[in-house]
């Protein structure tokens, strides 16, 4: 039996890299999609459009960070669900450019919601979801049409800490029962008897770099693509995530499964804060000093794009601080986005830490190269406000 993790991207830790504070949380967002032995044995496209990523299905309440976009959670659930089952997974905007791109069985879901709170001033602490889902082949023929239902409910305690905790568990539940819905036997005869093999799809649909997640951070919608040491689909099982918050405060570290976050040695975090009092300069110049504080040498940051919404930073650090130094990695290299979305701002870090012996060898974990393909996929992230 196997068992993918879902990580439900609403609950964070406090900062990035240089020196990290840890705030615990008291109930993690932890689920796992349960799958028998069925396979699909072929590409599998699933199709949600950019500006349903976006959209409130539920109008939020009086705050903000009350607000929910279900099609966002479906996004990254939906795709780690089915990442054991499909031979590959590709996100795709509509069914014909999935069909385009060689996806053998395509997924397009559709989603309705009910949500109710127990007082007014509460986010919804009652959440229903109900999904529709057409599977075509790749002629764009229906193969199956599936029908799954959720209900689920927050206390308190819940919601406090996650204000879409139970839109979330209800999301779960939904996904579980669509993979119970699935009928393997005839998508795979489908499959089968499709022109297009999986050998002859694209590579477009496989590429790994074109794998985003999405979460909502407070005012916007952040997408973005997975940690630069992801090779492939199936390398998502294989990372370690860490989740915490505190009141306007978000964040998501990522790391191998192989490495401990004390001594991390490879990280990837995503951060979200909700500060009224800041704008854009007083953001990027407070983010590049936090970095620098971890440093005993002179900081090396570099601006390496920006326009009106958004800045990438290089950072190198020759000689961390002392408690930061593990396992003999003094040096930390890094690549910053940084973007706002009115009062709300979002980061996401790549970094490396190595020993300082090992520069201008074999073994430095970055090459011009890697350098150069990290900027270009932080060049595609996007923080936007929801429709």
């Known amino acids: 039996m196997k068992k993918i993790l879902l990580v439900l991207l609403s609950v964070f830790i406090l900062f990035s890299a240089g020196c990290r504070a840890r705030t615990i949380s008291t109930k993690p967002l932890d689920f796992g999609y349960?799958?028998?032995?069925?396979?699909?044995?072929?590409?599998?496209?699933?199709?949600?459009?950019?500006?349903?990523?976006?959209?409130?299905?539920?109008?939020g309440s009086i705050s903000d960070s009350y607000k929910?976009?279900?099609?966002?959670?479906?996004?990254?659930?939906?795709?780690?669900?089915?990442?054991?089952?499909?031979?590959?997974?590709?996100?795709?905007?509509?069914?014909?450019?999935?069909?385009?791109?060689?996806?053998?069985?395509?997924?397009?879901?559709?989603?309705?919601?009910?949500?109710?709170p127990t007082f007014p001033f509460w986010p919804p602490d009652t959440f229903s979801i109900?999904?529709?889902?057409?599977?075509?082949?790749?002629?764009?023929?229906?193969?199956?049409?599936?029908?799954?239902?959720?209900?689920?409910?927050?206390?308190?305690?819940?919601?406090?800490?996650?204000?879409?905790y139970a839109g979330s568990k209800a999301m779960e539940k939904v996904i579980q029962d669509f993979l119970g819905e699935l009928d393997y036997g005839l998508i795979n005869q489908r499959v089968k008897a499709s022109s297009v093999q999986p050998s002859a799809a694209p590579e477009k649909a496989v590429e790994v770099v074109k794998l985003k997640q999405t979460i909502q951070l407070y005012q916007g919608v952040l997408t973005y693509p997975v940690a630069p040491w992801v090779k492939s689909v199936n390398d998502l099982q294989f990372i370690k995530s860490d989740r915490n918050q505190t009141a306007n405060t978000f964040a998501f570290d990522q790391i191998p499964v192989s490495q401990e976050f004390e001594s991390w040695s490879k990280l990837y975090g995503v951060y979200g804060f909700h500060l009224p009092e800041y704008d854009m300069n007083r953001f990027v110049e407070e983010s590049m000093n936090f970095l620098a504080l971890g440093c005993d040498a002179q900081a090396e940051l570099k601006v390496v794009s920006s326009d009106n919404d958004k800045v990438i930073v290089s950072f190198f650090c020759s000689d961390l601080k002392d408690s930061l130094v593990k396992k003999g990695n003094n040096t930390e290299s890094g690549l910053l986005y940084i973007s706002q979305v009115d009062q709300s701002f979002a980061k996401v870090y790549a970094a490396w830490r190595a020993p300082s012996k090992d520069m201008n060898t074999d073994k430095w974990p970055l090459t011009e190269e890697q350098i150069a393909d990290v900027i270009q996929r932080m060049e595609t992230i996007r923080y936007f406000k929801p429709e």
Not at 41 to 51: L, R, V
Not at 96 to 114: C, F, K, S, W, Y
């Open 34 to 59: 349960t799958q028998g032995a069925a396979q699909i044995d072929g590409a599998c496209g699933i199709c949600i459009s950019e500006s349903n990523l976006s959209k409130e299905v539920v109008e």
């Open 130 to 164: 109900s999904m529709d889902t057409d599977i075509f082949d790749n002629a764009g023929s229906l193969i199956q049409r599936t029908q799954s239902s959720a209900t689920a409910t927050a206390e308190r305690a819940d919601w406090k800490m996650s204000n879409g």
């Open 68 to 116: 929910y976009t279900p099609y966002a959670d479906l996004h990254f659930g939906l795709g780690y669900a089915l990442n054991e089952t499909c031979d590959s997974i590709g996100y795709y905007e509509n069914k014909d450019d999935a069909m385009a791109n060689g996806a053998q069985v395509i997924v397009v879901p559709r989603l309705q919601t009910e949500s109710e």
